[in-house]
């Protein structure tokens, strides 16, 4: 399909909002996007018309791409309680509650089936399909059950992004980390990096993008500032079931402001080149 996957060296580096982003962003310049996100582990939900629910960064993407949310967008929803219980949802609807460990024993081979149907469901439905992975795609604790992140960008056959929060500092190690830590096959479907949340005038870090391609022989796309927005934070370690409330108010003119911020940061042509290059 065509399209493309944001990764991060971490959680918190700012997927979600470039994922919105480049969704208004590409819905601005006249194609159809579906937003995709294969599993999420976050209080933060939306119910839809259909009693279905969904993580609200994808039910943000949605509204940023002008389009109706949709269970697919989402497959596998989980939901943390309290004392290491999490309700499981697949395509929006609950399964109940499991207990520690045991989503991989009950759902995985389940879960990976609605992936694969929510990938077709994307692909039929757009022009492009952003993905959002998850957390970080080398916790090699958790890599042989992935259903996030590079089994994903694999399962669609896309490029991947590589995302870094320069805010939090030691954004070098962090990349360069990251890329030492995926396979052969893993690395050889990233195909850029992305400095997020940037303090001061980007053209001040010249050297340090120089450093970065030299180092990764990949592009940097951008360097993206850091930007105020209202939208809702998705993780769940911010809220609880019980205390989360969703704006669903219009977000228009966030999603508007986010897609210029982007689109005057980024280079849309070798984003645009990346993604109709993939198969």
């Given at each position: 399909?065509?399209g493309?996957?944001?990764?991060?060296?971490?959680s918190?580096?700012?997927?979600?909002?470039?994922?919105?982003a480049?969704?208004r962003?590409?819905?601005?310049?006249g194609f159809?996007?579906s937003?995709?996100?294969?599993?999420?582990?976050?209080?933060?939900?939306?119910?839809?018309?259909?009693?279905?629910?969904?993580?609200?960064?994808?039910?943000?993407?949605a509204?940023?791409?002008?389009?109706?949310?949709e269970p697919?967008?989402?497959?596998?929803?989980?939901?943390?309680?309290?004392r290491?219980?999490t309700?499981?949802?697949?395509t929006g609807?609950?399964?109940?509650v499991?207990?520690?460990?045991s989503?991989k024993?009950l759902?995985?081979?389940?879960?990976?089936l609605?992936?694969?149907?929510g990938l077709?469901q994307?692909?039929?439905?757009s022009?492009?399909?952003?993905?959002?992975?998850?957390?970080s795609?080398?916790e090699m604790?958790l890599?042989?059950r992935?259903?996030?992140n590079m089994?994903?960008?694999?399962?669609?056959?896309?490029?991947v992004l590589?995302?870094?929060?320069i805010?939090r500092g030691g954004?070098f190690?962090s990349i360069?980390?990251t890329?030492a830590?995926?396979?052969?096959?893993?690395?050889?479907r990233?195909?850029?990096?992305?400095?997020?949340?940037?303090?001061g005038?980007?053209?001040?870090?010249?050297?340090?993008?120089?450093?970065?391609?030299?180092?990764?022989?990949?592009p940097?796309?951008?360097?993206?500032?850091?930007?105020?927005?209202?939208?809702?934070?998705?993780?769940?370690l911010?809220?609880?079931?019980?205390?989360?409330q969703p704006?669903?108010?219009?977000?228009?003119?966030d999603?508007?402001?986010l897609?210029?911020?982007?689109?005057?940061?980024?280079?849309?042509?070798?984003?645009?080149?990346m993604?109709?290059?993939?198969?």
């Amino acid at each position: 399909m065509k399209g493309v996957m944001l990764q991060g060296t971490a959680s918190h580096v700012g997927k979600s909002i470039l994922t919105t982003a480049i969704c208004r962003m590409l819905t601005r310049h006249g194609f159809q996007i579906s937003p995709f996100k294969a599993q999420n582990m976050s209080s933060h939900s939306v119910a839809l018309e259909t009693g279905r629910e969904i993580a609200i960064s994808q039910y943000e993407q949605a509204e940023a791409a002008g389009r109706r949310a949709e269970p697919w967008m989402n497959p596998i929803l989980l939901k943390p309680l309290k004392r290491m219980h999490t309700e499981v949802f697949l395509t929006g609807e609950s399964q109940g509650v499991i207990t520690g460990a045991s989503f991989k024993d009950l759902y995985y081979q389940r879960a990976l089936l609605e992936i694969k149907e929510g990938l077709a469901q994307a692909d039929n439905s757009s022009d492009f399909v952003i993905i959002e992975g998850a957390g970080s795609p080398v916790e090699m604790n958790l890599k042989e059950r992935d259903l996030a992140n590079m089994a994903i960008a694999e399962l669609a056959e896309v490029p991947v992004l590589l995302v870094a929060d320069i805010e939090r500092g030691g954004v070098f190690a962090s990349i360069a980390g990251t890329l030492a830590l995926l396979t052969e096959k893993e690395r050889s479907r990233v195909k850029g990096i992305i400095i997020n949340k940037f303090s001061g005038n980007p053209s001040l870090f010249t050297d340090g993008v120089e450093w970065l391609e030299n180092y990764t022989n990949l592009p940097v796309l951008g360097i993206i500032p850091y930007i105020q927005h209202q939208l809702d934070e998705e993780d769940s370690l911010h809220g609880t079931v019980s205390s989360f409330q969703p704006n669903l108010t219009s977000k228009e003119a966030d999603y508007e402001r986010l897609a210029d911020h982007l689109e005057a940061n980024i280079n849309l042509e070798k984003l645009m080149e990346m993604m109709e290059g993939a198969s």
